[in-house]
């Protein structure tokens, strides 16, 4: 490329002020977020001439009752993207800069965080089932690496604001890979054992995100409990 | 939770400028709102080689005659949403700070906001049911009580502009719990006199709002009338 | 209403920063619009074994050409919304002040522009019918009256910039009133003629608009064809 | 038009601030996007009494299987409207100056980027056929030279920042012009040796891009490229 032409370039792909990006974003989260919802139909009862009110009642209760996985996926998706972009709100609030590279990396991940209502379909439909679990966790797993490679790329281009020392890029980072690892080893989980059991598996994410919470490197706590287990492997 | 870890959850989770928080639960108000009329489906009417124009026109009042309780059930919901949306940009708009609760208040929030277009279905088709009842004035009094808790805590956290002060927080605290005391009450009036007085009985929402919008503890005239009543009561 | 609750009132109801009532506006008119092409449905053609890819084709080009009412409707009502969309933003740019009237008229407006995918299939689906001309004009007219009320609620109440001087102020009343009286006078014309000549009769609204825009009653011009007019009345 | 209206005008369509423009804008990008995915359905798997979880997993790995040209429509569109929107976020953030001409080549250009679910949809039912091709290719093609327009008539206009002069101006052109040419030229290429070709030649916009990125007409490099050319041409 020329001189010229990558002088273009910086003008067009760089840049301080985020804004637009962010409310981009906020757009794509809420609306992939909303549409959720959308995919849970009222279920259809029928209404003959002897049917009373109650006999009405007691139905729809049954049919509501089994739309329950649906409103359990929606549930669970719905707490996805809220964390995620929980997480993007507060990456973004720390970051003072960006380029072309940014602006990709984001559209990835709002590709994955648009998509998620198609996997959530597919749980809520087949529950149990590998394929419904692998695209389920490889989605949830996709947006949480795209988010840290977010974070990496500011970090190391050195975009972040210079409230985020070494310790707060690791700390972050420690808690954005903890969900891939849970949802990436669910898979062989649900080889192995069934796909009901990857759904349990997602539930150590909880404990995980408070063990990674707490842990801190650079303590003498932490260090201490390094050095036994240390001792003890040795 | 390490003093370093907690250093940087300071950073992360706590902030003066609420205005992605303000633009991204707009957006889901805004798509909430605006996916309330997908529900209403475009009637068909059978167009025969015999049907004039004036007979096609009659099917077709009589079919969007049909289509009333959707309307119905379509203006009552986007009035709930869009009083909640004002309400929510006038508690935002005197809120100077907030921190990771907030956040996770207001996507519960969110939460409930997006699933109306559910419950709304649910009235539409089943208007006098008891389950519809539940789910709507359940959906209703969620939303309430969490616009509730939002206030209730950036009252006590602080976080609120200096010009609110305990009779503004009351006022507006009174104003907030009677949408969910109506509703509420409305279940068990549903079970005791059937559905349809449920949704009779949400009307007494307007005559109460009202008389709360007058009420005020520190005038003279409510004092008397306090007064007045706890001598009656005596 | 006592004084406090007064006063409380006026902390809460009264803004000068419309930033979030433009944006929160922005979003349903921007769902609106997009929602309406998800109306149109891709047609099905039948792939026997048999079928050549000519056949299909042919048959495609066909069953896309029973589409053009439908993309006609969705042109009309983006095209619509968006002169609407326009509108709004001009207003607003010029207003400075708002009240809790302007929020609920606001939403009235919204209300009517989130309702526009309605009206819009039921056109694109019985487009001569007078159901379907009656809903369109009705909620076309009911936009522009509400524009014409915002408009007319803020010049009152002050709450302009004061750029927008009385002439100023008339010529956008003009502007704003003639889409409501093409519309609403279709009606008569619809029930006289038939459904057709309504449709018809709304493309008046592109001289009317040339006209309204070239009318002047400070300008010398319009005086003295006013005044010819007088005369020839006379 | 009179003095007075022409004044009026003024005040009313020209504009420093963009930020709304901006904002309706990303919301239309946003939604078109993430509707998208609610074109693909979940696939409806028979569950008889006697189907093991292993069958109901085979029957669902086939069954998604054919959706694959679904999630490629789904990944192609999303990359379109996602670069668009990049392309459409750096132009305005170099526009300091705005009329009523942006206002309506913006909505012409919204009017398409809301209209991409359809050719989507159309391409993923009718991949090879002729329409599909056509339809998808007239779409994004017009989204180019809407973006081109704008481009071309800020510039005239003189509402870009200072930064941006011929060179930069006649950079980005050379860059939009590249879609719509082989957009365009796939609908010939189509018809010559078949609609399956023309999505082939869609490819030729990756290579094309890298080469218009490279070429410089002020360069020596590029001059002497051009003066080769010129003398084998001779």
């Given at each position: 490329?020329?001189?010229?032409?990558?002088?273009?370039?910086?003008?067009?792909?760089?840049?301080?002020?985020?804004?637009?990006?962010?409310?981009?974003?906020?757009?794509?989260?809420?609306?992939?977020?909303?549409?959720?919802?959308?995919?849970?139909?009222?279920?259809?009862?029928?209404?003959?001439?002897?049917?009373?009110?109650?006999?009405?009642?007691?139905?729809?209760?049954?049919?509501?009752?089994?739309?329950v996985?649906?409103?359990?996926a929606?549930?669970?998706?719905?707490?996805?993207?809220?964390i995620?972009?929980?997480?993007?709100?507060?990456?973004?609030?720390?970051?003072?800069?960006?380029?072309?590279?940014?602006?990709?990396?984001?559209?990835?991940?709002?590709?994955?965080?648009?998509?998620?209502?198609?996997?959530?379909?597919?749980?809520?439909?087949y529950?149990?089932?590998?394929?419904?679990?692998?695209?389920?966790?490889?989605?949830?797993?996709?947006?949480?690496?795209?988010?840290?490679?977010?974070?990496?790329?500011?970090?190391?281009?050195?975009?972040?604001?210079?409230?985020?020392?070494?310790?707060?890029?690791?700390?972050?980072?420690?808690?954005?890979?903890?969900?891939?690892?849970?949802?990436?080893?669910?898979?062989?989980?649900?080889?192995?054992?069934?796909?009901?059991?990857?759904?349990?598996?997602?539930?150590?994410?909880?404990?995980?995100?408070?063990?990674?919470?707490?842990?801190?490197?650079?303590?003498?706590?932490?260090?201490?409990?390094?050095?036994?287990?240390?001792?003890?492997?040795a």
């Amino acid at each position: 490329m020329s001189e010229n032409n990558k002088r273009y370039d910086r003008v067009l792909r760089y840049g301080s002020n985020s804004d637009r990006l962010q409310f981009f974003s906020d757009a794509v989260f809420a609306i992939a977020m909303t549409l959720l919802v959308i995919e849970i139909t009222v279920p259809t009862v029928e209404n003959g001439p002897k049917t009373t009110q109650a006999m009405l009642d007691g139905e729809l209760w049954v049919a509501l009752g089994h739309l329950v996985p649906q409103f359990f996926a929606y549930a669970i998706s719905f707490t996805v993207i809220g964390i995620n972009w929980a997480g993007h709100h507060r990456k973004f609030a720390l970051t003072r800069k960006f380029d072309g590279n940014v602006v990709s990396l984001n559209l990835l991940l709002l590709f994955f965080i648009a998509f998620v209502p198609f996997p959530t379909s597919l749980l809520s439909e087949y529950g149990g089932s590998m394929p419904a679990v692998i695209f389920y966790a490889g989605t949830v797993s996709a947006i949480s690496l795209l988010q840290f490679a977010l974070w990496a790329y500011a970090y190391r281009g050195g975009y972040l604001d210079e409230k985020v020392d070494q310790g707060m890029y690791r700390y972050v980072r420690r808690n954005l890979l903890t969900v891939p690892l849970i949802f990436l080893l669910s898979i062989p989980v649900g080889f192995l054992f069934g796909g009901a059991w990857a759904l349990y598996f997602w539930i150590l994410n909880w404990p995980l995100s408070i063990i990674v919470g707490r842990y801190d490197p650079g303590s003498k706590a932490s260090k201490a409990s390094k050095a036994s287990k240390a001792s003890k492997a040795a």
